[in-house]
């Protein structure tokens, strides 16, 4: 920058006076491409807008309230990710209970995509779900096999026990991964791999 205004002979000094011209028709090309997209540009036009007395105040509170307001709805439109990473470590991350550590799931291995899936049939919603039941679709494993796998399941939070019986009902947060993991493979990674290989 400095070469280029010393080529010129410009003095670093001289430089807002040389920018001005720039400045200006950079401000109005912009207010022409705001007015044609029916938004309202904000700037201050006069470099003494506000002067430093107490008169100035009314003016001052009115920019700030104005940059407030904007700030606030700035930060309105971010979706905060927190909340949704918390969950997802709470599905995927080891959970020690009791002197035993559970592993977490992983939404793309076939083995937990089937108990996932298995679980939230509907007739495990209406009259829960028990060992034995949950075998007829996990034929593969044993009963106490299984059993381990409800006991993961319910340190994960993704099935409540009821009371001091056997039986299991799928809580809002198992049904809400469950949901959340077919939508994913149907509606995003099955299409897109498929049009990555089409090419």
């Not at 992983?106 to 996932?116: C, T, V, Y």
């Amino acid at each position: 920058m400095t070469s280029f205004l010393f080529e010129r002979k410009i003095r670093i000094f001289d430089y807002p006076k040389f920018a001005e011209p720039f400045r200006n028709r950079i401000r109005e090309n912009a207010e022409k491409v705001a007015t044609g997209a029916g938004i309202e540009i904000e700037f201050i036009r006069k470099r003494n807008f506000l002067q430093k007395t107490i008169y100035s105040l009314p003016a001052l509170r009115e920019l700030r309230e104005a940059a407030n307001r904007r700030y606030r709805e700035f930060l309105s439109a971010i979706e905060d990710p927190r909340a949704g990473r918390n969950r997802l470590d709470k599905l995927s991350q080891p959970v020690e209970q009791e002197g035993r550590r559970y592993s977490g799931f992983n939404l793309f291995d076939p083995g937990d995509e089937n108990l996932l899936c298995s679980i939230v049939r509907g007739e495990f919603n209406i009259s829960g779900l028990h060992n034995k039941n949950l075998r007829r679709h996990l034929p593969e494993l044993s009963s106490g096999q299984v059993s381990r796998l409800l006991k993961r399941l319910r340190t994960h939070g993704l099935v409540k026990k009821v009371g001091h019986t056997y039986k299991y009902y799928v809580t809002t947060f198992g049904k809400e991964v469950v949901a959340t993991a077919l939508k994913l493979r149907e509606l995003v990674i099955i299409p897109g791999l498929a049009l990555a290989a089409s090419h």
